[in-house]
């Protein structure tokens, strides 16, 4: 069996749907022994699904260098 | 001196403002303006404004507070040379020219004032600001991964390229940075 640490990155990838089909199987199979990790890979799904509710935007770096060099030169 | 004023007790930090609150005063002013450059440079505007009138911040409300007042004026003087371009607001109804509401009435299209959407839509709002605000109190690095990899959803390879890490790197910063805003959601908003 996968140990937590590694259950915890695999569940990571998952929100970004970049982890395998076989990761997310031994996820599974981890959860199912874990309470601990279920009780993470619950949180963090619902992150995912409160980040996307959000729909948060950002500036860019470049964006952000921009507005600081603006800034600076009127400081 | 204005310097000094600016470095004294109840200091303001202009050098530290975009990191800190570039992207909190973006997602306050995108959703009332739609449209990403007006709402750039309203955050810009902002900055330059608190900057002229750094002599009257008295440090009681807290800088971020101050800066998304300033913010609020921004918006609204934006509506108003807007408007006064326009002349009046044009209201357009395509009534009848779409087949499948044939027969519907006016008043069907009138916005119910307490309709679900728009309690949605305040909802939404109180949850994109207390995630960012949740973003501005993680450490620099963890938030600039994040920032990338969930909202602006850049692949891991660009991630890395770009900040010079490797991917073990960028999944346990992204690690940190999840488990801390699980944590500040938790004990400041909502239960996970």
Redesign the interface.
Known sequence: MISCKEAEEICNKAQYNEATFWEKLKLWFHIFMCKICAQFTKENSKLTTLCQKADLKSLTEGEKAKMKHDLQDRL | MKGEKIMSEHALH??T???LY??YL??YA?PRVSD?EIA?DL??DT??AA?KSAENYKGDAAERTWLIAILKRKVIDHYRKVNSKKGKAEIRINYGSNDESEGSWLEERVADPYSKQEINALE?EE??MA??DCISKLPKKQA?VF?M????GMD?ETICNELDINPSNL?VM??RA?TA??EC??KNWFK?
Do not use: G
């Open positions: 202009p050098e403002w975009v990191d570039a992207d973006f997602n995108l990403t750039k955050v810009q900055f330059f900057l939404n949850l994109r995630i960012q600039l920032t990899k969930t909202i602006r891991t999944w992204i690690h999840r805003l699980m959601l938790n996970l």
